[in-house]
């Protein structure tokens, strides 16, 4: 995380962090003041804590905590000037505070709601066993590939191949520079990710090491090496498990937030214009 990116999400985040300029007297540790206000750790952390594990990181490097306590200073100055120069008495602040604090609240009220919600292993096991067709990984190939434009280049290539081997060949003549570095290994892939000419003449090789024909394309010639053809297989479940509780647990999320909305609406009168 840049300096330039952290210090840009300062203004995005300032009505979703706290301030806690009397912490000092709780015990929580003083990391600078502007004015007479503390900006404490709790603060610091607070502030970034909507920005994950990127910014916690950060924070845990001296140059990283300095980086970030230098953007809560900054928006301690402005804040402070804000309320000195009756910003927040604007129309437009109060009007944009109410919006934040009706976000906020609606916000809380949903963590309340969806809060104990779990999905069991038998669920998430009976899930995996009725949906089968969900965790079914497709053929695939792991192929590499020379890219080269031009039927003399094309043919000086098929001449190196003779007394080369095929990554030696890719790394100096292959015009894919995303491959080419890496001796035209394209990694695997499944049907219908490649451009229809490359993809067959890719599936249509059988053996680990067979080399295929030229092959034209829209960006040129394509010579084809298989590495590995890798028949189509069902993901085992304790590989997608973590995956499976965690949609189940979005979809569980959904659906109570949504029967709760509807609840309120028969609650409160609602009228759509």
Same mark, same amino acid.
């Given at each position: ?19 806690? $300029?009397? &912490? ?9 003041? %502007?004015? /007479?206000? !503390?900006?404490?750790?709790? @603060? ?105 434009? $031009?039927? &003399? ?9 003779? %007394?080369? /081997?095929? !990554?030696?060949?890719?790394? @100096? ?101």
């Amino acid at each position: 995380m840049t300096k330039k990116f952290f210090t840009a999400l300062i203004f995005t985040f300032a009505f979703m962090t706290c301030a806690y $300029g009397a &912490e000092s007297e709780t015990g929580d540790k003083v990391l600078a003041r %502007v004015g /007479s206000q !503390d900006i404490t750790e709790r @603060e610091v952390l607070e502030f970034i804590q909507p920005f994950g594990q990127q910014a916690m990181m950060m924070y845990s490097s001296e140059q990283g905590r300095k980086m970030i306590i230098e953007d809560v200073i900054t928006m301690r100055l402005f804040a402070i000037d804000a309320e000195n120069t009756g910003i927040d008495k604007t129309p437009e602040f109060i009007a944009a505070l109410a919006n934040a604090k009706r976000a906020m609240l609606a916000q809380a009220a949903m963590r309340k709601e969806i809060t104990g919600i779990t999905v069991s292993d038998d669920e998430a096991k009976k899930f995996y066993d009725e949906n089968p067709k969900l965790f079914v990984q497709p053929e695939r190939v792991h192929a590499r590939h020379i890219l080269v434009s $031009g039927d &003399e280049m094309l043919a000086k290539v098929q001449e190196e191949l003779k %007394v080369k /081997s095929f !990554d030696v060949v890719a790394k @100096e003549y292959s015009q894919d520079p995303g491959s080419a570095v890496n001796g035209g290994d394209l990694g695997e892939f499944a049907k219908g990710q490649m451009v229809p000419e490359f993809e067959k003449a890719a599936f249509d090789l059988k053996n680990p090491g067979d080399v295929s024909a030229p092959v034209k394309s829209q960006y040129g010639w394509h010579i084809i090496k298989l590495e590995e053809h890798i028949p189509e297989s069902k993901v085992a479940y304790e590989n997608i498990k973590p995956q499976i509780i965690q949609e189940l647990r979005e979809k569980k999320t959904q659906e109570v937030l949504q029967n709760k909305a509807k609840e309120l609406e028969s609650k409160y009168k609602v009228e759509r214009f």
